[in-house]
């Protein structure tokens, strides 16, 4: 783009050695690398500032806030996409970005769910931190849906456990091959009916184990940070830095080593790419509110703006080297669009425990890992699997076929604990698939004079074959467990809400097929790397955030011993 409002104060003034374009989790992580690896780094965030502490919701109770924390009315018809997620509420939204702000074009349905401020997506993750498995990086080779993943397990394990250990991870060891052990701190406990299911579902099911989750929420005080106040208060931001995101650690520790530029309000227009030198040279940037374009230069681009947003940028790095996009030779630069099925939910009371109950509101819950597909239980129906997920709680109000419907005894009633209840979840695998895509509108553009997105993606026959089946094992498991009133849906959710958006830019061994190789370096552009979920192969069964983290560290490394050796 030749933008008449173009200023360039002087090349050498906007001039470093490596630029990160996002500052969520995975451009958090570069940031941190980069830096204490003695780079000087700018930090490109198209959201506002967003300094530690500086949460404004993080300590009003609900009957501070309008509608006591519910939505309005005018707020859900103005916000359709967003409000169909659970966690979006008048207390807990300020870090989501309303509908109209960054419009979309759904060719099929699909929900993005978008960060925009510094810290993006890291102050609203659920903070579910498990290892990937040896099975997931060889899932591909294996069954042939996608192309083969350039690296395995054992290449990411040592970098697995370099950012857990800065993370905080609380954990239990389980053993489980599909779900390695890592570096953890102590792990929170199961309430008493979640141990009730354990024991249940393992005696009955005994390929199946039921075991806490491991969450980036800190059981004991860890560099600083913490520990967790069990608030559940998360997406408001923590002041305690109870858990892990890019504010609360990997920023202020890029920003301890004196060489961290951070510059809000900074859409990232394109990349800009020399033909002679055959490498990237820098970023065109539009200011948010003065739409002013500048550009920016350095030997190193990292690119994490999150995955959508990471495709939005490489196509629209258009060149006459690159018609279709930047380092895009394979043509799959915004094809294989994954994200999580989360479609199979469930909920049961349960009679029992009456005398037991826990301890402040816990920050995470308990899950099923992956027993389809492993061992012994190999399905005809379907490729790859799933997990369950459930947590438990007891309600307000101990009442009875007697209790009265008003005055001092109803009253006596509500103050007391009532019956437990559990809800279930699921999150399935889903394939990579080339007509899963993103492309750019040829006609249509925002206010900052991008394209509009286009996405389009559905669930195939694999999909809805897990569907069926998580269906099944679900109503097993609350079956089993001793509920009642037990109802277990298909709740036909868009695709997007599960917030896990991967691939669009993969990793692979070969440039005709893929647009990253094993470092997440561009095939094609070797001085651009990318590192959120827009690099991602396949999608596992797993939350993902711990492996995009483990994948930029060492992204970095290998970034910065080029860089040393000047061979970008």
Known sequence: MTSPSLSIKGQADHTFDAIVIGSGISGGWAAKELTEKGLDTLVLERGRDVPHGDYPTAMLEPWQRPYRGINSPEFKRANPILTQVGAVNNADRDFFVPDAEHPYIQKKPFSWIKGYQVGGKSLLWARWTQRWGEADFEANAR???????????????????????????????????????????PPLEMTAVEKHMKAQIESTFPERNLVISRTANLTQPHLGRGPCQYRARCNRGCPYGGYFSSNSATLPAAQATGRLTMRPFSVVHSIIYDEKKERATGVRVIDTNTLETTEFFARVIF????????????????????????GNDSGELGHNLMDHNYRVKGYGVHDGFKDRYYRGRRPNAVLIPKFRNVGDDQREDFVRGYTLTAGSNRGRGNFGPNTPPIGAGFKQALSQPGNWSAWMGSMAEMLPHHDNRITLSPTETDRWGMPLLEIEAIH?????????????????????????????????????????????????????????????????????????????????????????????????????????????
């Open 143 to 185: 069954d042939g849906h996608g192309v083969d993943w350039p690296i395995r397990y054992a290449d990411l394990a040592p970098w697995y456990s370099h950012v857990e250990k800065f993370v905080g991870i609380a954990g239990n060891r389980d053993g489980l091959p599909q779900m390695p052990d890592g570096e953890f701190l």
């Open 303 to 326: 690119v994490n703006a999150s995955t959508i947003n990471t495709s939005l940028v490489l196509l629209n790095s258009t060149s006459d080297r690159f018609p279709n996009g930047l």
């Open 460 to 568: 195939r026959e694999n999909e809805e074959a897990m569907v069926k089946d998580m269906l099944v094992t679900m109503e097993e498991t609350l079956t089993v467990s001793g509920f009642r009133n037990i109802s277990v849906r298909d709740n036909q959710e868009p695709i997007g809400l599960g917030i896990h958006e991967m691939g669009t830019a993969r990793m692979g061994r070969d440039p005709k097929t893929s647009v990253l190789n094993a470092h997440n370096a561009m095939h094609a552009v070797p001085n651009v790397y990318v590192s959120d979920g827009a690099c991602m192969t396949s999608s596992s069964w797993q939350n993902p955030s711990i492996t995009y983290m483990a994948l930029t560290a060492r992204a970095v490394d290998h970034a910065v011993n080029q860089f040393n050796r000047h061979e970008i």
